[in-house]
């Protein structure tokens, strides 16, 4: 979660970062080589988790933020890079991380999470942990002055972790669930020039697939509006959505992850 001070070191540092390029000559947006985005997103995150036993016995279905009490709004860090080689070639890198925890007494019981039972009254303490890595390569088959229109294919590297704990003075039990699987994700990524004060930038990414023990899909879609306070320095806002779905086969963790996240963000890039 990103604090009032940490997001006054970051825009002051991007502020200063383009007062050093403040007399260059325009560049327009689609032809910068460089752009570092930092800032803060809104997130309204909604999660579904089952974990199976070891044995084979069907987990519960459980909400994260209902069942759990996990939080339901939170301020969490926006990083993207974009690195051009070429006119028509770019890379891009994300990285987005969700973690909460929370102990609230269940409301129902009993219920299984992996090897444990869970009963009613439960203080049961929950982790979840998201992790998204995105490396992207992305070709412009549109450019100009004005707008581009990039394809693109990300390999994305989903990470999930999951733990309950409950320990009283008559009960103690625990246990978690880790999974992970790389997705190639194709997209398009647009970019439009209204003028040189103002642009535009979007961009969508699906995939659906299924590998070995793991099937599942994701979604990604960002939209920004930018104002050029400086040649290399932009303030933005946009909105923002992910949403990750994980059915693992494994026969060691074995379970269901469906999780959502989407909301307003606020932002500073340095481009050049």
């Known amino acids: 979660m990103i604090g009032k001070k940490t997001a006054l070191l970051t825009l002051t540092a991007c502020l200063a970062a383009g007062a050093a390029f403040a007399d260059g000559d325009y560049v327009s947006p689609t032809d910068a080589r460089f752009a570092?985005?930092?800032?803060?997103?809104?997130?309204?995150?909604?999660?579904?988790?089952r974990v199976d036993s070891?044995?084979?016995?069907?987990?519960?279905?459980?909400?994260?933020?209902?069942?759990?009490?996990l939080d339901s709004h939170r301020v969490e860090p926006k990083f993207d890079l974009m690195l051009r080689a070429g006119e028509r070639n770019r890379l891009f890198f994300d990285y987005f991380t969700l973690d909460?925890?929370?102990?609230?007494?269940?409301?129902?019981?009993?219920?299984?999470?992996?090897?444990?039972?869970?009963?009613?009254?439960d203080p049961v303490q929950a982790e979840?942990?998201?992790?998204?890595?995105?490396?992207?390569?992305?070709?412009?088959?549109?450019?100009?002055e004005k707008l581009e229109v990039t394809g693109t294919i990300s390999i994305?590297?989903?990470?999930?972790?999951s733990s309950v704990r409950v320990q009283t003075a008559t009960r103690h039990v625990y246990d978690s669930q880790s999974t992970a699987g790389p997705f190639p994700t194709p997209g398009i990524t647009a970019t439009y020039v209204a003028s040189k004060r103002f642009y535009f930038d979007g961009t969508f990414r699906y995939m659906r697939i299924s590998i070995d023990h793991l099937e599942g899909s994701t979604t990604?879609?960002?939209?920004?509006?930018?104002?050029?306070?400086r040649p290399n320095v932009s303030f933005g806002l946009g909105y923002s959505g992910l949403r990750a779905d994980l059915l693992s086969r494994k026969s060691t963790d074995t379970g269901y992850f469906d999780f959502s996240a989407k909301g307003p963000e606020i932002f500073v890039r340095v481009a050049f």
């Not at 409301?107 to 444990?116: C, E, H, K, L, M």
């Not at 979840?128 to 100009?144: A, C, I, P």
């Open 100 to 121: 909460r925890s929370d102990t609230k007494n269940l409301a129902f019981g009993p219920a299984n999470f992996g090897d444990v039972v869970l009963l009613e009254g």
């Open 156 to 161: 994305n590297d989903t990470e999930v972790e």
């Open 36 to 49: 570092l985005t930092l800032g803060a997103v809104e997130v309204s995150p909604s999660t579904v988790v």
């Open 54 to 69: 070891k044995t084979g016995t069907l987990g519960t279905t459980f909400n994260g933020e209902d069942d759990f009490g």
């Open 128 to 144: 979840l942990s998201l992790r998204v890595l995105e490396l992207t390569y992305g070709y412009s088959f549109w450019h100009s």
């Open 220 to 229: 990604i879609y960002d939209f920004e509006a930018l104002y050029r306070f």
